[in-house]
């Protein structure tokens, strides 16, 4: 198994506790080294294996992190992290949930009131005890209160960046036994929603107890919760994960049974019995010559299951990919003729949202050029944060500074392996201005123009205000939202999106999974009143260029298609619409 993500959070846990007991440099360099872990496109045990050189080929991992990780990897704690935990019992990632709770202000609750759950904080805010410490006040206190019923829902998800992985490792260490027949995720992790409640992995196989040990023995285990003859759950980096073993004969109809949704197979199960046909977990079974359907699971002749493509060929429908199958129509427009020939990630040419070491990013301007061009870009632009409300750290490029900054990514045009366009994120305040002067704006390339604070109440003018600035090229993530931690604008997206198509301004679905923002649903209204998407990593460092999946499976839930995203366009195609 991968041990990357689990390595990833335990440094990126620790950090959140140095940054709580006021540590001014080790966070940041905790945390770039797990990000940097959690990307890295090898097996980081692979690379203890190797010694601790090889660990530290990793960008961010100096002699001292080596040394952690390889002690987790080859013992599963690190003593100096847990001995901190010990220290500071906190719950962080639930507290750290609430809109407005960081780390510092975990540890300042911590150490006047000891505060260390969910339910502690919301019983000391509603005592109106949190408004007692110094530097807080009665409006953080309101702040913590209205925040905390979403952090207390959103505990229950967790999000799509995080459960893939687990996934995936879990999905090649069954294919490589002779158990398995087949095997891939299902539910809403394999319609690559934005959060699942847990993973759900269906395989197939002759033995279906052999499989469920198979399943249980994997070295990713953290506790088995229950394992039964067809079926098992256990837990793994925090998240539980169900498996369900079938026949293979049954493979095709019991995937498409089990990916959803539930709406999807209603409506599909609806449209079978139309034609006297009975579809289930099963197979698809003529009923026709059946004088009581519903008497038995497996009644009638069984006319296809083993794959989902003879399930819906037999139903005289294409096969729906899984990121359709939310009952938004699908059905008839397979039946007619009309699904959407899909994005492919391989169709993206291109990054248009980017930072670097210039504002808050990893690596230098040379690095996530190589880095782009290493993962099979064609073209960048370098975006890195200009000052204004809600850039993190004041990390904020003046004017000054992003003239020098083009004078250096010109200077580096002539020797780059890939093309490379100037550009900037400017901050959208609330009034809809746009923080950058149009003298510097004249000389980038591409404006992304991105909300950063101020996200509370409609933002729909705010949008349209800025989608109506000459420069902007891109509206970033649109809402601002923080998945799990912050909802973000509300705003009507048909008029954002008119007024993105009549004025050739880009909608970006920002790929961190973090963010994956636009999401599905608006993506396709988007498209449907006439805008075009942009799909960017808001890579930090180079590592995060492999975000770009979740971003392309969201445009994908949003029935995009390769003409409808810019990033596909040629470097030609897209120097006409950014003039």
């Not at 809109?99 to 510092?104: I, S």
């Not at 704006?441 to 600035?469: C, F, K, N, Q, Y």
């Not at 993530?477 to 954002?496: F, K, T």
Request: charged share 30%; glycine share 8%; net charge negative.
């Amino acid at each position: 198994m991968r041990k990357n993500a689990a390595v990833a959070r335990i440094l990126e846990d620790y950090a959140d506790i140095l940054e709580a007991q006021d540590d001014q440099y080790r966070p940041r360099s905790y945390r770039r080294a797990g990000q940097n872990i959690r990307d890295y496109p090898e097996a980081i045990e692979d690379l203890v294996a190797e010694g601790p050189e090889a660990v530290q080929e990793i960008e961010g991992v100096g002699e001292s992190i080596a040394d952690k990780v390889i002690e987790f990897v080859e013992t599963g704690a690190i003593e100096t992290i847990e001995e901190a935990k010990e220290e500071f019992p906190v719950e962080m990632r639930e507290l750290t949930r609430v809109e407005g709770v960081g780390p510092k202000t975990v540890g300042a609750l911590y150490e006047a009131l000891g505060i260390t759950t969910l339910e502690e904080l919301e019983s000391a805010a509603r005592d109106q005890k949190i408004r007692e410490i110094k530097g807080f006040g009665p409006k953080t206190e309101e702040n913590i209160l209205e925040h905390i019923e979403f952090a207390k829902e959103s505990r229950k998800r967790e999000l799509l960046g995080d459960a893939r992985p687990i996934a995936d490792d879990l999905i090649e260490f069954l294919s490589e036994s002779d158990t398995v027949d087949q095997s891939a995720p299902a539910g809403s992790l394999r319609r690559w929603r934005e959060t699942v409640g847990d993973i759900d992995i269906l395989a197939a196989g002759t033995d279906h107890e052999a499989v469920v040990d198979l399943f249980t023995g994997w070295e990713g285990v953290t506790d088995v919760i229950e394992a039964g003859t067809t079926k098992a759950s256990i837990r793994s980096d925090g998240m539980r994960v169900d498996l369900r073993v079938v026949d293979p004969e049954e493979w095709g109809s019991a995937l498409q049974y089990f990916t959803g949704s539930k709406d999807h197979n209603v409506r599909l199960r609806t449209y079978a019995i139309k034609r006297d046909l009975k579809i289930n977990e099963y197979g698809l079974f003529d009923v026709s010559e059946v004088a009581e359907p519903d008497s038995g699971q497996r009644v009638g002749e069984r006319i296809a299951g083993e794959t989902e493509e003879e399930i819906y060929e037999a139903l005289d429908l294409p096969w729906i990919p899984p990121e359709l199958r939310e009952d938004n129509g699908e059905i008839d427009a397979a039946a007619a003729g009309d699904l959407p020939t899909l994005l492919e990630v391989d169709e993206i040419r291109g990054d248009l949202h980017v930072h670097t070491d210039w504002s808050d990013g990893d690596n230098t301007i040379e690095e996530m050029i190589h880095g782009a061009a290493e993962f099979g870009h064609d073209y960048l632009c370098i975006s890195d944060h200009a000052s204004g409300p809600g850039v993190v750290g004041g990390t904020g490029l003046e004017e000054a500074d992003l003239r020098k900054q083009l004078q250096t990514i010109e200077s580096l045009r002539g020797e780059s392996p890939i093309t490379v366009f100037s550009g900037v994120e400017t901050n959208i305040s609330v009034d809809g201005e746009i923080s950058i002067e149009d003298d510097v704006l004249d000389d980038l390339d591409i404006v992304v123009a991105s909300p950063h604070s101020g996200l509370e109440g409609d933002g729909t003018d705010r949008l349209i205000a800025a989608i109506e600035h000459p420069h902007v090229d891109i509206i970033g993530h649109p809402s601002g939202r923080l998945i799990n931690r912050r909802p973000g604008l509300e705003y009507d997206i048909e008029a954002v999106a008119s007024a993105a198509a009549d004025h050739g301004v880009a909608l970006e679905v920002n790929a961190n999974p973090h963010r994956l923002d636009l999401w599905g649903e608006a993506v396709r209204t988007a498209i449907e009143a006439g805008a075009v998407i942009s799909i960017n990593t808001d890579a930090h460092g180079p590592p995060e260029f492999h975000h770009l999946q979740f971003g392309v499976h969201t445009a994908r839930r949003g029935w995009a298609e390769a003409d409808d995203v810019i990033n596909t366009w040629s470097p030609d195609d897209l120097q006409s619409f950014i003039e």
